[in-house]
């Protein structure tokens, strides 16, 4: 960053011409005309002088607020080029089952990108994964945006990739598997998996029951594995509730969508993670191919 914005950064954080110049170890004079320089060739007043230090004109702040971006930016140079020269960089996700497809078809290229990065991958539902994002043991947290309440006072960012609902599926021989669009309240006939207990997604479904004066729906089973709760529904009249992404990802004909009369949740998909101004290159990269990916041209 220039020497100039530099000096008036500093004099800026201690709000003292003195205190700066003892930070930055020359004189209060050389201070000021360095400053006097960087005001001449902005060709504004960026700060006033009282007996108790400075205060910053509206010029100022707007120098500031961006003399900071600069030097996040600066920040983020020197780590990722100590990311591409350290042989020990690990990115850490987290990830629902909804990831593992698109995940896996970019790997082979982002190894490739970073060969001296190993790629650590953590299965669970996004309620999870965001504590250890938020306590820096996860880079990179992918699923969906119900984490607002986490993430609020803890400055994450999401970015949105894909569109996603949640739907119901049930054996392709089930009672509800007919040419015709189901009320809600059918499926509080029916028992039901719940697959990594959300929550959240049960939650939406008991809902919509209860407005249309049905039953809480009955669960015979809750598991974290998937294979287990797809057999279940293979088996048994039993019914489950997953993303329609994940859904697209079985590619299995034994398995059918419900038609139902409202959808029960619309939602994204995408990836939680810290500031953006913070994230390394790795985080970026990663975001970036998955994003293309996903959505290509």
Known sequence: MNKTLIHFTKAADYMSISQASIELGISQPALS???RSLENKLGVTLVKRHPRGIRLTPEGEIVYMRAQKIEFEMQAIERDIQTLQTNHQTLKIGAG?????????????????FPNVNVSIQSAPISELM??????????????????????????????IIDSHLTVIARSKHPLNINKVHHISSLSSFPWIAFQASSEILGHVNNLLEREGGNRVRYILETEFLDMALEMVKNTDALLCISDQLFKQLDDNSLV??????????????AWTKPKHTRSILVNEFLTMLNKKLRPL
């Open 33 to 35: 005309k360095s400053i």
């Open 97 to 113: 089952p909804a990831w593992q497809k698109p995940i896996t078809a970019i790997l082979p290229d982002f190894l490739t990108r």
């Open 131 to 160: 504590s250890p994002l938020i306590d820096d043991n996860l880079d990179l947290a992918f699923g969906g945006e119900n984490g607002q309440d986490l993430s609020k006072n803890n400055g994450l960012a999401f970015t949105p």
């Open 257 to 270: 969508s419900i038609d139902l009369s409202e959808p029960i949740w619309h939602f994204h998909l995408g």
